[in-house]
């Protein structure tokens, strides 16, 4: 039997009783083109933007290879799912305030 628990809070979740949600995040490395005859998006081949990246390494060398593209796949109960679907990069909700010294 196949045993799920949350990633977050490290809960079990009770299969077959239970909503688990699964939370699928791809990070991906963009070389921003601003060549003006660049070839429409929908057109335009990524893998060679790669490439390129990959051949000036000296430019983006604080980045291993296996950092310019991740796929995560996450385990969520239902409470850290809400909590998650509302500030998915995890921000502070509140600006703290600051006071001038005056």
């Known amino acids: 039997m196949i045993r799920y628990s949350c990633d977050r809070c490290k ?46 390494q000296n430019d983006y060398e604080e980045f291993s290879p296996c950092e310019l593209f991740q796929r995560r796949t996450f385990d969520l109960c239902s409470d850290c799912y809400r909590l998650v679907a509302k500030n998915p990069l995890g921000k502070e909700s509140q600006v703290p305030f600051g006071f001038s010294k005056n």
């Open 11 to 56: 809960r079990d979740i009770k299969q077959g009783s239970e909503l688990r949600f699964v939370l699928k995040m791809e990070i991906e490395a963009q070389l921003d083109v601003t060549d003006e005859t660049r070839q429409p998006e929908d057109d335009h081949d990524h893998l060679s933007d790669v490439d390129a990246m990959l051949d000036n």
